[in-house]
């Protein structure tokens, strides 16, 4: 293990603050990007990794194979399709149309995304980024289906993951993996270069439950347009565009987000978040109760053997 888990004992003092009062500023990341600092063991070009040092996301293109690409299309319909799936809390619904948007926790409900999500090519790489064991601090599926798929307003995960989950630091990331070809039209993600190396503190207070509303339509725990204005100004905006078995790396913190898809052309993408084993979840930095399992892993934490 490259490091033991850190104890609760260590995070007592809230090391990015935010909501509860406090008002929208860019606050300096205080952990490094990158971990790991031998260049011999890197399972990609290096070059790679210092780019992603520097602009918080890497897009990968045929990491996975047409046929396995087709596999995972047949696990994504087969959920889609599967009543008990829909009817679960796993599985978050559009506002108004109760399409599925999100279903959450698929590395533990399909053998399918469980081994996907322990690919050498995925968890290798972020074992790599973070230098320590990792595990799979949420997964889900998104699904932005053809003229009705809903935006997913700009935001850093580590805002989230940090006041409500209780991620102490900036040691993980994800790792989207493209199940249809992202064009420029259908809502692909857009990332902010540059925008990891500021920490967004944003304003109000956590609601209770907030999870039942944000993972619909957040609200709250999103930059103010102030903020959101200086990164962009900074950095510009780069959409993550590919074909289907690409992937997209992105820092915990990089400024991401997508439009609505009102194309004909569904989007979708299986979506791992790895965070290191050190840096495991203790209480919410918030007056508020952990987020669900499902959501966030707590209890089930299982690092990843590669």
Known sequence: MAEQAVNS???????????????????ERKDPVVYSTNALECPIDYALVEQYERQGFLILENVFSER???????????????????????????????????????????????????????AGLARYLLN?????????LNYKPGFAGKEFYWHSDFETWHIEDGMPRMRALSISITLTENFDCNGPLMLVPGSHKSYAVCEGETPADHYKSSLKKQECGVPSNDCLSQLVEAGGIETATGKP???????????HGSNGNITPFPRSNAFFVYNALSNRVVEPFCDQP?????????????????
Do not use: W
């Not at 004992?9 to 606050?27: F, I, K």
């Not at 320590?132 to 889900?140: A, G, K, L, N």
């Open 68 to 122: 396995e690409v087709a596999a995972f299309q047949q696990e994504l319909g087969s959920l889609l399709e599967d009543d008990g799936v829909k009817a679960s809390e796993h599985s978050i619904t559009e506002p108004g149309s109760g399409d599925i948007r999100s279903i959450f926790m698929v590395h533990e409900t399909s053998l399918v995304f469980k081994k996907l999500a322990a690919d050498p090519r995925l």
């Open 9 to 27: 004992t260590q995070h007592n003092a809230d090391a990015y603050p935010s909501r509860g009062g406090r008002q929208p500023a860019l606050a």
């Open 132 to 140: 320590d064991q990792v595990y799979v601090h949420q997964s889900r």
């Open 290 to 306: 952990p987020r669900p399992e499902y959501i966030c892993s707590r209890e089930r934490i299982q690092p990843i053997d590669l």
């Open 245 to 255: 078995g690409s992937i997209i790396v992105f820092d915990c913190n990089t400024m």
